[in-house]
């Protein structure tokens, strides 16, 4: 029997919270909020948010990450589909390719959460 998949929001996951340097957070906030940041602890996707949203135009096409890692295109696609599937990632198909685009939105609201003690 496959996992259902769980389609989150990470905009509004994240902001449902406030900044761990105000307040803690619940155990009903972190079990929802730890899907997003697991996502990004992988270095591979890491590297991948940061090459998506820093590529002119905010967008990427696959073709324009293989070159960046010693994997193969399988497997750069398979963590660009759990990126997606976390919703720290748009995908749209075009002819053959996939071009990814990082939702900038999830982004500042994981940073939100994340804040800044100084502040």
């Known amino acids: 029997m496959s996992k259902p998949l769980l389609v989150l929001d990470p905009v509004g996951t994240a902001a449902c919270c406030p900044p761990l340097s105000r307040e803690p957070l619940s155990a009903e906030q972190a079990v929802q909020v730890a899907p997003l940041l697991k996502a990004l602890a992988e270095p591979v996707r890491l590297r ?3 090459l998506i ?3 002119p135009g905010g967008e990427a096409c696959v073709c324009d990450l293989n070159d960046a890692f010693d994997l193969s295109q399988p497997t750069i696609s398979h963590h660009l589909k759990v990126l997606h599937e976390a919703g720290l990632l748009d ?5 053959v390719w996939v071009y990814y685009r990082a939702r900038t939105e999830a982004l500042a609201s994981l ?7 100084s502040s």
């Open 48 to 50: 991948l948010m940061s």
């Open 53 to 55: 949203a820093s590529h």
């Open 91 to 95: 995908r749209d198909k075009r002819g």
């Open 111 to 117: 940073g939100a959460l994340i804040g800044n003690p």
